[in-house]
């Protein structure tokens, strides 16, 4: 199931495979919603007794699990971006994009905090990475660990699209660095008499001619070519790793974890508060020009010029690199 939906070019293929994965997720949290409402009405009868742990409200077991899960956590805050919901929006202010991010973070805080609380509650202490087998054997659980397996077959291509754009797009780069395929210098004095101001009695603003370059080279800027003998090479390479991968471990908690404290404390962390810092409240010509142009509305808002945002920013790079190296060091070192 999994080799033909890699192999479908385009991730709007996939959008009937996300509804069965979505679908899928919506069971398991019934289940567990279930099954802690029936342990409250039954005080616990339908939980065997070796399976029943302590329950500590405030007091953690340790700074280990702590940062052990906390990998997991900053992974499912990674997965919900808004990226793709604000470059498809037919006007993206930041007061509709602020709108989507609170009603959409909200959502999903309540789904996992009250999956977490019900899936503790019900076993306290003794809850192991997979809740699923937690549970006894029965129609319903079964259902949902068939469920959970076929979500994870469903999601992995979602995952997979995006992975091999990524490394098509970086042997793209060496490939042109390497084979010298540089613009020809005649090429870019012509584009730069081009953006050239027309009368020139005078020397133009250097900043404004670079921006004007920019500006040029954006409007021309293609997607990086991936021909078909690379999309299959590349396609085989990623899922033999994958596959040998999932074979070499058998702890999906350990993997949430791992990834998550590295990739997920990036794209959560370390990347947006680089980019917060580079383009919030920036002092370059070039960057205030094209917010002007691009949107003149919004340039003026508190959210590109704020000093206090860019140390934020900042800070926000700092902590993500200290959480990664906690989180790794919590999970590799138990």
Known sequence: MIVPLCLMKKIDSLKYASVVALSAIVYICVLIYGYFIVALFTDYKNIPAEKLGDISYFKPQGIKPVFKTLGVIVLAYTCPTQFSIVSELENPTMKRICSITYVSMSITAFIFLSVSYAGYLTFGNTLTGNILLMYGNNFYTQTGRALLVLMVILSFPLMFHPARVSFNNIYHVFSEKLNNKSEP???????????????????????????????????????????????????????AASYSGALLLNSFELILSIVGATGGVLISFVLPGFYGYKLIASDDDVTKRRLETCSPEEADNGLFTSPLLKKISLFLIVWGLIVMLICLYSILFE
């Open 185 to 239: 210098e005649e090429e870019g004095q012509a584009r730069m008499n081009e953006t050239s101001p027309l009368i020139g009695s005078h020397e133009p603003d250097s900043a404004l001619l670079e921006f004007s370059q920019q500006m040029v080279t954006m409007e021309h800027e293609v997607d990086v070519p991936m021909s078909s003998q690379r999309f299959y090479i590349l396609s085989a390479v990623l899922l």
